[in-house]
T-cell receptor, first 115, second 116 residues
């Protein structure tokens, strides 16, 4: 059982470049989300999706786009990379966002550096 | 404002001893859940334990227990009989029932080092 799979693990971009971070889960989870982790700030929610075809903004959505065409996949697109987007990105999923006890299952993260 | 505060940036503990990692939270919602995650140096996030706001008993999972004091708005993680493999960063997080976003609000984390 693979769980949540993120690719790539590492990426270096130049300012202005675009890229897509891939995320796939095989647990048939309705809910998927993207977080970024920065030193001293914990994890912050970028975008989330409560099901195929439904996405919404989180706490720090600027500069990122998402789509959810299938239950399994939830890619994160950086439109024009900026040094402020240097971070570790985590994709996470859970069975249902409405249940309090529905822990997030995280991917292994993507370490992105923008120069 | 909804917030999680972890006031200990770094902690040391001797192997086989118990350690408490502090977490306080702020919310006016009556219904919420509290989570602890472990992040080893390899980077993945591992779910450890959950406590619901209406749970009468403190949660336990093996060597992990959650000291939940609702009036003080604290949810401290207790690790008993520390092992070298417990060296990691630990995050406290809160999920609210309102808003239905599934969002976890994370604290800044506490780095735990277990000494042999």
């Amino acid at each position: 059982n693979a769980g949540v799979t993120q690719t790539p693990k590492f990426q270096v971009l130049k300012t202005g470049q675009s890229m897509t971070l891939q995320c796939a889960q095989d647990m048939n989870h309705e809910y998927m989300s993207w977080y970024r982790q920065d030193p001293g700030m914990g994890l912050r929610l970028i975008h989330y999706s409560v099901g195929a075809g439904i996405t919404d903004q989180g706490e720090v959505p600027n500069g990122y786009n998402v789509s959810r065409s299938t239950t399994e996949d939830f890619p994160l697109r950086l439109l024009s990379a900026a040094p402020s987007q240097t971070s570790v990105y985590f994709c996470a999923s859970s069975y249902q966002q409405g249940q309090l006890f529905s822990p997030l299952h995280f991917g292994n993260g993507t370490r992105l550096t923008v120069t | 404002a909804q917030k999680i505060t972890q006031t200990q940036p770094g902690m040391f503990v001797q192997e086989k001893e118990a350690v408490t990692l502090d977490c306080t939270y702020d919310t006016s919602d009556p219904s919420y859940g509290l989570f602890w995650y472990k992040q080893p140096s390899s980077g993945e996030m591992i779910f450890l334990i959950y406590q619901g706001s209406y749970d009468q008993q403190n949660a336990t999972e093996g060597r992990y227990s959650l000291n939940f004091q609702k009036a003080r708005k604290s949810a401290n993680l207790v690790i008993s009989a520390s092992q070298l493999g417990d060296s990691a960063m630990y995050f406290c997080a809160m999920k609210l029932s309102s808003g239905n976003t599934g969002k976890l609000i994370f604290g800044q984390g506490t780095t735990l080092q277990v000494k042999p």
